[in-house]
């Protein structure tokens, strides 16, 4: 990383060209719609990542639902078969 100087005061822009603008519509997620939040599936993000295993989120995003035990069970064999 390069040291450069920044003159005092400097305030950096902020861009608001695509502002309120949709990228893309996914049934996987879901971005600001009630401020800063984001959603996977319908699940709020840090109610997951609070609650959940990285196997079950990711069962969740391929999948579209949450795994019962069975189901987070086979995907966790699954998974650990494709590791090697």
Same mark, same amino acid.
């Given at each position: 990383? &390069? @040291?450069?100087? /920044?003159?005092?005061? *400097?305030?950096? +822009? +902020? $861009?608001?060209?695509? $502002?309120? &603008?949709?990228?893309? =519509?996914?049934?996987?997620?879901?971005? !600001? %719609? &009630?401020? =800063? @939040?984001?959603?996977? %599936? !319908?699940? @709020?993000?840090? @109610? /997951?990542? &609070?609650?959940?295993? *990285?196997?079950?989120?990711?069962?969740?995003? /391929?999948? !579209?639902?949450?795994? =019962? %035990?069975?189901?987070?069970?086979?995907? +966790?064999?699954?998974? +650990?078969?494709? %590791? !090697?």
């Amino acid at each position: 990383m &390069t @040291d450069t100087a /920044v003159a005092p005061g *400097f305030k950096p +822009k +902020k $861009s608001v060209a695509l $502002s309120g &603008t949709a990228a893309g =519509n996914t049934a996987l997620c879901t971005v !600001g %719609r &009630t401020g =800063n @939040d984001l959603h996977y %599936r !319908g699940y @709020d993000i840090l @109610d /997951v990542a &609070t609650a959940c295993e *990285f196997e079950e989120i990711a069962h969740l995003l /391929v999948h !579209g639902k949450l795994p =019962n %035990r069975a189901e987070l069970a086979a995907y +966790k064999t699954k998974l +650990k078969a494709l %590791r !090697g």
